[in-house]
């Protein structure tokens, strides 16, 4: 059925895991026990996985080397230090924190930095970091680019922070209320899209003329770093390593997911310049990690990071990583399955609502098409949409809605080959040509913060 062309994997398959075929009715039950929430599917039971790229990388042989050398000192490890200089020469920074995994550096981070009643200004925040704010009683503000929005818009770099928009919101609600403005590089709550340097260095001067600290959230720095060097002129010639570098010399400090661009199935860590502020992060993290120098992990995650950190720049592997995103968008938006376009770096996002447009979105179409999804094929997607990013207003009861309603794709890193990402393009092509027979959803039982990965469900 697909004829088109992909760069060739830069690495072999050395050790493989099986995976399983379920039958539909074995789904279907599957489906009702989980109460229509594919958070709670076995994986077991799941036959292609593109719930996230997180923590869902194949290690190289080099990285399982790694955890062989892993010195496992309770303080001052070996593997620390590597893992210290492998940051360091990418990010930087002075300080460099381990912590378990991206959402334990934002909880540090805020814990020390944000007061209740704050505003913390990004393009736009994905969920932990949303959460790690509103948990502390404080406001997350999103910044991106009105086309940003507006998922057919052809443009390079749709991650970008609308700096007019920064601007006025600092004049407006005053720097005193804003401890941090941050940037999500690439944007994932917004497409997986990048981030010019140009728009990086234009934050970091507004950031810098108003005192305000400045911190990337970095989990796909080098697919970012990638789309600069192929999108942005002037950085053609430019190594993604040394673009990643002019990308963090425009910042005061970074949280890092290595789930993602670290290459690793766990791991984190924060980084940053501000001796006063390391110090205070590092107590926090003591008190709920652990030793600065182990943070939550064990000394050998810290080696297969360091190894992943080096990986995951080499050019000829963002090339087919980006083409491989690539290539299962094309194959679906040639068949006129509605995608946000361009496609990032780390997932292809189907348009629900534009793919369920008979389902209203208070019945959420988003979650509608993750749920059939699974039903007809095995493959696992997640809302981002309605379930994700809305909540129930309290004082009118009724459901408030983000922007966009998306099912994202996501493409784990080193993993798939092109006939399972075939596999998946053809179950949803054949889904959306039975598209009418697809029901709405309500919400049987939610809780308060971050509800989509609790959430039980119910077809209507
Ligand atoms: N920031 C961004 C932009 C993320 O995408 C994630 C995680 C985090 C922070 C938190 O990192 O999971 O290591 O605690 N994103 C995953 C996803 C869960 O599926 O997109 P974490």
């Known amino acids: 059925m697909f004829d088109k062309k992909i760069p060739v994997e830069p690495y072999r398959i050395k050790v493989i895991e099986s995976v399983k075929k379920t039958t539909k009715k074995e789904r279907e039950e599957l489906l009702q026990k989980a109460g229509y929430n594919i958070f709670n599917i076995p994986s077991e039971s799941v036959f292609v996985d593109l719930l996230t790229d997180s923590g869902t990388s194949a290690m190289s042989d080099s990285q399982w080397a790694g955890i062989m050398r892993g010195d496992e000192a309770y303080a001052g490890a070996r593997s620390y230090f590597r893992f210290e200089e492998a940051v360091k020469n990418i990010f930087g920074f002075n300080h460099v924190i381990p912590t378990h995994q991206g959402r334990a550096a934002e909880r540090i981070l805020f814990d020390v930095m944000l007061d209740a009643d704050d505003y913390v200004p990004n393009n736009i925040h994905f969920d932990t970091t949303r959460g790690n ?14 086309e940003a929005l507006d998922p057919e818009v052809e443009m390079p770099f749709k991650g970008n922070m609308d700096v007019a928009k920064l601007k006025k919101f600092i ?3 005053g720097h005193s209320k804003i401890p941090l403005v941050m940037m999500t590089i690439t944007n994932n709550s917004g497409g997986g899209q990048p981030v010019s340097l140009e728009n990086m260095r234009l934050v970091s001067q507004i950031c810098l003329q108003h005192r305000l600290p400045f911190f990337f959230d970095a989990c796909r720095f080098a697919e970012n770093a990638y789309f600069i060097k192929k999108r942005e002129a002037g950085y053609e010639q430019k190594s993604v390593l040394e673009i ?8 005061d400090g970074a949280t890092m997911s290595a789930k993602k661009d670290g290459l690793v199935n766990i791991g984190g860590f924060l ?3 501000n001796d006063i502020l390391a110090e205070k992060l590092k107590n926090n993290l003591i008190v709920s990690e652990g030793f600065p120098t182990y943070g939550g992990l064990a000394g050998r995650d810290l080696e297969a990071i360091s190894c992943g950190l080096g990986e995951v720049l080499q050019e000829d592997y963002l090339e087919h990583r980006i083409a ?15 995608i946000y376009r361009p496609v990032g770096g780390h997932a292809v996002y189907v348009l629900a609502d534009k793919f369920l447009p008979h389902i209203p979105r208070d019945q959420f179409p988003g979650w509608a098409l993750s749920v059939e999804l699974y039903r007809i094929s095995g493959v696992r997607a997640v809302e981002i949409g309605g379930i994700m990013f809305g909540k129930k207003n309290p004082e009118t009861g009724e459901e408030e809605f983000p922007p966009l309603e998306l099912l994202r794709l996501a ?9 399972q990402l075939q596999y998946v393009a053809e179950a949803l092509i054949k889904l959306y040509q039975n598209r009418e027979a697809v029901k709405g959803m ?5 809780a308060p913060y971050m509800r989509h990965f609790t959430v039980r469900m119910e077809p209507l």
């Open 133 to 146: 704010i509103e948990v502390r009683r404080g406001h997350a503000v999103d910044l991106v680019v009105d």
């Open 171 to 173: 004049h407006d609600f």
């Open 244 to 251: 990643a570098r002019e990308i963090f010399a425009c910042a």
């Open 271 to 273: 980084t940053l310049n």
């Open 324 to 338: 491989q995103v690539d290539y299962l968008g094309r194959l679906l938006h040639e068949s006129g399955v509605p």
């Open 411 to 419: 493409v784990p890193r080193r993993v798939y080959t092109v006939s």
């Open 442 to 446: 309500r919400i049987v039982h939610q």
